[in-house]
């Protein structure tokens, strides 16, 4: 129990007392999870669309190995990572290891068939009640995915969501690409895995703290400005 | 302007999953008029307007406009019978047809609003569109099908959900539309409609074009005795 009083009373100290490296770590959490987000939406949202319009031979198998991939393991996705970027790899002339950027590629390999997954389900849906309408108006097949993503805004808004949740908890893949390196790719997951590896679940357990209320915060705000769940809009 | 009139359907047939749902049916319909398509539940009347319009794949035969079939889409509407809202203001809604065809934000903004006049929905520019009533949804549906001034307009059953001052309301707009030169086709339940509006009639009967005619001639003496039973409110099958 005093573990217990002791995150809560180290949360508490670690905000109030705005120490350096913990906001440090923050943002780093958020610049990395965020980037991931945004580069997995541009790809998963139209890949969605795409899916849900487009009838072609196999279309089921694809979906299926999509609605497979959401369940795939980070570690191994760290491990394919590691092994592309590291200096025998066939990427490891950019010196991407170790560093921000390659834990960002991990978060994108890993959230990108989630978003597109549920980003499918969502627009398939939307297709269902708008196709004739659109056929009728005669709108070009981008148009018709413009038009999808566009009024199925506020329920895609559910898959990025979804995809923020899986990468801001996300520590397998990062701690074997990032390193877990102080003040340059340590974040709140790497940092929780180290400080509880040491024994210090006070500290731990502080850092889970603020790791869950950021999660919190960031679906709110996105909830606000989204203005969803409000009446008279969809 | 060249005309996607007169349209020709020549042995034209639809199949869904190896059953005929129409035809085959031969059809001419000239460049003006009201074609009012009647018949009752499974007759084909949807499919017979979907066929026309290209939503459903003509299986056998042929639907042939007078220009290639993607060029006359662009001068056609269609007016559903449950309308289809888009999930957008009522002012956005009307401007999408446009935005379709390239025309500018606020060209067509602007344009919108005039459209929304016109058909009395001004007052609703910025409501969402799924929140009207129903009504509203398919006077909306109405306006967004006309506001690229279609050369023709497709009308599955648009009153079917209405009660008598929305009809009265669709088929005072539908006067206006004809009067304007737009070519319209509507297939109804509602023979007092049929007889209000209609040039011509087509009586449609287990997926077959049973019967064609001048709407008074049809009315009065109709020629087979399934559109006569019909008419008099008999059940036709």
Redesign the interface.
């Known amino acids: 129990m005093s573990d217990y009083a002791g995150g809560f009373w180290a949360a508490w100290k670690l905000i109030f007392t705005l120490d350096p490296d913990l906001y440090e770590i923050i943002f780093l959490s958020l610049q990395v999870t965020v980037s991931a987000v945004i580069i997995a939406s541009i790809i998963g949202l139209p890949m969605g669309a795409w899916l849900a319009v487009n009838r072609f031979k196999f279309r089921r198998y694809v979906i299926a190995v999509l609605n497979a991939l959401m369940g795939l393991p980070p570690v191994v996705v760290g491990l394919f990572v590691y092994m592309a970027l590291s200096r025998a790899g066939p990427l490891g002339g950019f010196g991407l290891l170790f560093s921000p950027a390659a834990m960002i590629i991990a978060q994108v390999i890993i959230i990108t068939p989630l978003i597109a997954s549920i980003s499918h389900q969502t627009i398939r849906d939307l297709w269902a009640?708008?196709h004739?309408?659109l056929?009728?108006?005669?709108?070009t097949r981008a148009?018709r995915i413009k038009?999808l993503l566009w009024?199925?805004k506020r329920a895609l808004l559910t898959a990025t969501l979804a995809g923020f949740g899986r990468a801001i908890g996300e520590v397998g893949a990062i701690m074997i690409v990032g390193g877990n390196i102080e003040h340059a790719t340590r974040v709140l997951t790497t940092a929780i895995a180290l400080e509880t590896g040491k024994g210090n679940f006070a500290f731990a357990m502080g850092l889970g703290l603020v790791l869950i209320t950021m999660a919190v915060i960031v679906n709110l705000l996105i909830h606000i400005v989204g203005k969803t769940e409000r009446a008279?809009?969809? | 302007m060249v005309s996607i009139l007169p349209l020709k359907l020549i042995e034209a047939s639809a199949h869904m999953r190896g059953k005929k749902l129409v035809g085959p049916v031969n059809l001419t319909l000239a460049p003006t008029g009201f074609t009012m398509v009647i018949g009752p539940n499974g007759a084909g009347k949807t499919t017979l307007l979907r066929l026309m319009?290209?939503?459903q794949r003509c299986s056998k035969g042929q639907v042939a406009w007078a220009l290639p079939a993607?060029q006359a889409?662009?001068k056609?509407?269609?007016v559903?019978q449950s309308p289809?809202m888009?999930?957008?203001k009522v002012i956005d809604s009307l401007a999408?047809?446009l935005h379709?065809r390239g025309v500018g934000k606020t060209a067509a903004r602007e344009r919108a609003a005039e459209c929304a006049r016109n058909f009395g929905l001004s007052e609703l520019l910025e409501?969402?569109a799924?929140?009207l009533s129903g009504g509203e949804k398919q006077k909306l549906s109405l306006a967004r099908a006309l506001i690229t001034a279609p050369e023709i307009l497709f009308l599955d059953e648009p009153c079917a959900n209405l009660d008598g001052r929305a009809t009265r309301e669709i088929e005072s707009i539908l006067r206006q539309v004809q009067a304007r030169g737009t070519r319209l086709v509507m297939s109804t339940h509602d023979m007092g409609q049929a007889k209000r509006l209609a040039n011509d009639v087509i009586f449609m009967l287990n997926g077959k074009l049973h019967e064609q005619a001048d709407s008074e001639k049809f009315f009065n003496a109709p020629v087979t005795p399934e559109a006569k039973a019909f008419i008099n409110g008999d059940i036709v099958e």
């Open positions: 009640e708008y004739d309408l056929i009728s108006m005669n709108a148009q038009a009024d199925g008279s809009t969809w | 319009h290209g939503l993607k889409r662009d056609q509407g269609f559903f289809i888009m999930r957008r999408y047809p379709l409501s969402w799924p929140m």
